[in-house]
Nanobody, 124 residues
């Protein structure tokens, strides 16, 4: 069974930075892609960023382009989200997901494995 554990969330002032990590474990973990979504209070989950493990590239939501960077360490089964120039609108619970069955790198909301989430709060 796949387990995803996020870390790195917290409280930061607007303009600051945070780095989220997501470590995957499981006896035979193998993913086509890993990525991040977020959910703010009263809102639906929204796509943030995703990276393909099979050379399919990285993709970002327009709202985070130029501010967030997703990267991965395949050997460690870990994906990172470096967040800079944070804004109060980035406040949300951030969830890490993995596509282990091949639904397509951009179909993030259909990924089969999810972590518990980590809270990011940006104060103005």
């Amino acid at each position: 069974q796949v387990q995803l554990v996020e870390s790195g969330g917290g409280l930061v002032q607007a303009g600051g930075s945070l780095r989220l990590s997501c470590a995957a474990s499981g006896r035979t973990f193998s993913a086509y892609a890993m990525g991040w979504v977020r959910q703010a209070p009263g809102k639906q989950r929204e796509f943030v960023a995703v990276t393909s493990w099979s050379g399919g590239g990285t993709y970002y939501a327009d709202s985070v382009k130029g501010r967030f960077t997703i990267s991965g360490d395949n050997a460690k089964n870990t994906v990172y989200l470096q967040m800079s120039s944070l804004e109060p609108a980035d406040t949300a619970v951030y969830y890490c997901g993995a596509d282990t069955v091949g639904v397509g790198v951009l179909n993030l909301l259909l990924y089969d494995s999810w972590g518990q989430g980590t809270q990011v709060t940006v104060s103005s």
